[in-house]
Nanobody, 115 residues
Framework: QVQLVESGGGLVQPGGSLRLSCAAS????????MAWHRQAPGKQRELVAR?????RPNYPDSMKGRFTISRDKNTAYLEMNSLKPEDTAVYYC???????????WGQGTQVTVSA
């Protein structure tokens, strides 16, 4: 059974940093596309970053600069820096055998940026 489990969310002050992890199990994800998305209250889910092994990570223009995606075998990470209140959202991990890597989804982890 394939599972994606996110962790690392929490409450952080503006300007702070967090590192999210997504542990994938139940299959060999080494060649899968993995991605991070987020959904803020009342807003549509949006892509934060996407990664394929051996290829430069992909970021939407709005996410470039403060977010860094990386991976190690079956685990994907999202490093978030200089966090702002508008980064508050539930962050989801996804994975799939091909582009866009959104076949499997995790349950999400809450990130709250507040003083």
């Amino acid at each position: 059974q394939v599972q994606l489990v996110e962790s690392g969310g929490g409450l952080v002050q503006p300007g702070g940093s967090l590192r999210l992890s997504c542990a994938a199990s139940g299959s060999d994800f080494s060649l899968y596309v993995m991605a991070w998305h987020r959904q803020a209250p009342g807003k549509q889910r949006e892509l934060v970053a996407r990664i394929i092994s051996g290829v430069r990570p992909n970021y939407p223009d709005s996410m470039k600069g403060r977010f860094t995606i990386s991976r190690d075998k079956n685990t994907a990470y999202l490093e978030m820096n200089s966090l702002k209140p508008e980064d508050t959202a539930v962050y989801y991990c996804s994975a799939g055998p091909g582009w866009p890597g959104e076949y499997y989804w995790g349950q999400g982890t809450q990130v709250t940026v507040s003083a």
